[in-house]
């Protein structure tokens, strides 16, 4: 009994202990994209919790450790997604389009998220490479890997794709974010164009 018990109280613990660095994540989220990433304080993030002040240096150190893990935390939400798009892919149009529009979608459903990423002074010194989001660009040049060697995606240097795919889908999302005159579908349509035909391909702008 006394097993079960102890058991019980441990997991109970990390019950809380999980569920109290969820809660520094969500709020952060939510200071984030209120305030940007400059102006906000770790004051501010405790502030939108319900815990006590001290209870967030047991997580995390910094703002810039709570956005790390914010990183993260959104890095496994969206690659199983990517990953199946690209699987699933028989052409390069679909390898491309898929993945853009698997991306963008994710963004504007997450757009409090996203929000934090757009360009400010303060984001240039904020890593964001973290342990996830590099699982996630090493899982884009292996599929990419395979797509060549299954002939799905042209043979070109892995590594220059997968940096102009994801610097591409990044920087387009930042302006998906920020405005509300671009659609996921109109997005997604642009990235691929560019790909797969370069400027000359891309649509006439509407006037």
């Known amino acids: 009994m006394s097993l079960d018990l102890d058991a019980k109280a441990r997991g109970k613990r990390e ?45 995390f150190k910094s703002k810039e450790e709570v956005f790390q893990a914010l990183q993260d935390e959104t890095a ?14 028989r052409t390069f149009e679909e390898f491309i ?16 998220t996203f929000a934090t990423m757009r360009r400010n002074p303060e984001m240039q010194r904020v890593r964001i490479d973290t342990p996830e989001v590099v699982a996630g660009f090493d899982e884009l040049r ?10 799905v995606v042209p043979d070109a240097d892995p590594d220059l794709l997968m940096a102009s795919i ?9 302006h998906l974010v ?26 006439k702008r509407k006037r």
């Open 15 to 59: 019950e809380t202990k999980a569920s109290n660095r969820q809660a520094i994540i969500d709020a952060a989220r939510q200071v984030f994209a209120e305030l940007g990433y400059g102006a906000t304080t770790v004051r501010d993030i405790i502030r939108a919790t319900d815990l006590a002040s001290g209870t967030f240096y047991n997580y």
């Open 76 to 89: 496994l939400r969206v690659r199983p997604r990517l990953r199946a798009e690209r699987i699933r892919a």
């Open 97 to 112: 389009a898929g993945s853009f529009r698997t991306f963008f979608d994710f963004v504007k459903n997450d757009h409090s």
């Open 142 to 151: 292996v599929d990419l890997e395979r797509a060549i060697e299954s002939g």
């Open 166 to 174: 994801v610097g591409v889908a990044f920087e387009i999302a930042n």
């Open 178 to 203: 920020a405005r509300d005159d671009i659609d996921v579908d109109d997005a997604a349509k642009f990235a691929t164009a560019l790909f797969l035909g370069g400027v000359q391909a891309l649509p």
